[in-house]
């Protein structure tokens, strides 16, 4: 019951504060920035924290923005809610900024909110006084994976290493004091769900191909060229002959695009490149569909006596969110809503750089309504404040709450029985190894 009142402390301060929390999430919706540049929004995050009177670090990873509050219980672990500060490029939405094409269509401008919500509850309400261990406040930048020529560019003039957010925080020790860590994502439902929460999610690799051919006049002598773009074409066609080879519970999946086809059409094309992502739902099944895919690039590059630049680039980690967080997060969200509006979603085929979090501490990202439409859409919206602000930061809350109490029993357990695949050492090893080149000649 002593938890109970601490929650309904925490929640009433929540509640008083709605009003201003949902206007800073709107107005971080009306001004979308790309990852590594989200300067603005990392403003609005460090001017609220100084409204709290918090102490907190900035421009981490460039843009990262990160307090930590310690309670008066004595030492205990440190509980990090995230919230990501950037948006996705989705040139046509109603709300795209005109001159970037970013827009908000994965909700998180909500969990920037979410996490400003948790902070205001803990801190104003003085629950934190009670509880045994810290809490740790991170927005954090750069989980959509884009713009790769920019971030190659970052990381050629030594600004960043890592091309995603979390891992280049990781690399940074900005969670070294960090023991487990919370989120929550938007989710759009049309079946009654409120809250849905994935056991897992895929990981990737990216990937970069430039063919080089010959340029040549394309009527009068293409004889004397060589075709990059059909090279391309036939990698992209060698690439789609495997998907027949992925087992169907490794969820592979391999999308690419031509981000360059050529320049003139009376040219024969002679620099053609395509990206692509190499989704899968463990780290063997995305090496060997990996390997395939670089196959099939050397292939068409071979059938046309082009060369081929092949560039592969560290993604982000398959995503396990843990059994105990789960637990948690589930029972205090049963407190509010019926069970006919839980939803266990099983594996998930998108992907998070949470994941890489996951591989060294304890984590967890439910997927809370209040949004309609499609992620990374045109359509996507807000349709509800309360379930896309407010409601999130009070069951993070409320998860805090119960994990550090009782001498923050619970997180110790979760903490002691988590098995990390990865030492942070041995993560970042990992990440350096998975990026590499090479040129084939055909």
């Not at 948006?87 to 709300?95: G, Q, T, Y």
């Not at 409120?194 to 009068?220: D, E, I, P, W, Y």
């Not at 773009?229 to 002959?241: H, Q, T, V």
């Not at 620099?271 to 670089?294: N, Q």
Request: proline residues 3%.
């Amino acid at each position: 019951m002593a938890n109970e009142h601490l929650k309904q402390r925490a929640h009433g301060t929540i509640d008083d504060a709605a009003g201003s929390l949902v206007e800073v999430g709107w107005d971080i919706f009306q001004h979308p920035e790309l990852g590594f540049k989200e300067r603005r929004t990392a403003g609005v995050v460090a001017r609220e924290f100084g409204r709290l009177g918090l102490g907190f670090h900035e421009e981490l990873a460039l843009t990262g923005v990160k307090a930590t509050v310690q309670g008066r219980g004595g030492n205990g672990p440190n509980i990090a809610i995230i919230g990501e500060l950037d948006s996705v490029l989705v040139a046509d939405h109603p709300d795209a900024d005109p001159e970037t094409g970013a827009a908000h269509c994965c909700g998180h401008n909500a969990q920037i909110t979410a996490m400003l919500g948790v902070a205001t509850g803990l801190v104003r309400s003085g629950v934190l006084d009670e509880l045994t261990g810290s809490v740790t406040f991170f927005a954090v930048p750069a989980e959509e994976y884009v713009e790769l020529e920019e971030r190659l560019a970052l990381r050629a003039a030594g600004k960043t290493e890592f091309l995603g957010g979390k891992s280049e925080l990781v690399k940074l020790g900005a969670f070294d004091d960090v023991d487990m860590a919370l989120m929550v994502h938007a989710g759009a439902f049309d079946d009654g769900t409120v809250c849905s929460l994935n056991t897992s999610s895929n990981g990737f690799v990216g990937k970069q191909a430039r063919f080089v051919g010959r340029a040549a006049h394309a009527g009068g002598a293409p004889h004397n060229g060589i075709n990059a773009l059909y090279a391309a074409n036939l990698a992209l066609e060698a690439i789609n002959a495997q998907r027949e080879t992925f087992k169907d519970d490794q969820s592979v999946r391999i999308h690419p695009i031509l981000t360059r086809g050529g320049d003139l059409v009376n040219v024969i094309p002679n620099d053609v490149r395509l990206e692509t992502m190499i989704r899968g739902r463990t780290l063997d099944a995305i090496v060997d569909a990996d390997a395939k895919v670089d196959r099939a690039l050397r292939a068409g590059a071979l059938a046309l006596g082009a060369e081929v630049e092949i560039t592969s680039l560290p993604g982000y980690l398959p995503l396990r969110n843990d059994d105990g967080l789960s637990e948690v997060f589930k029972a205090n969200f049963l407190e509010h809503f019926p069970e006919s509006a839980w939803e266990a979603a099983g594996h998930g085929s998108w992907s998070t750089d949470l994941g890489d979090l996951s591989a060294i501490m304890p984590v967890v990202e439910p997927n809370m309504a209040g949004f309609a439409g499609t992620v990374h859409g045109s359509d996507w919206r807000i349709i509800d404040d309360d379930l896309a602000y407010i409601w999130p930061a009070k069951l993070m809350a409320s998860c805090v709450i119960d994990l550090l109490t009782d001498g923050a029993a619970r997180a110790r357990e979760i903490i002691d029985s988590y098995d990390a695949e990865m030492t942070r050492d041995e993560y970042i090893a990992f990440i350096r190894a998975a990026s590499r080149s090479e040129t084939f000649s055909g």
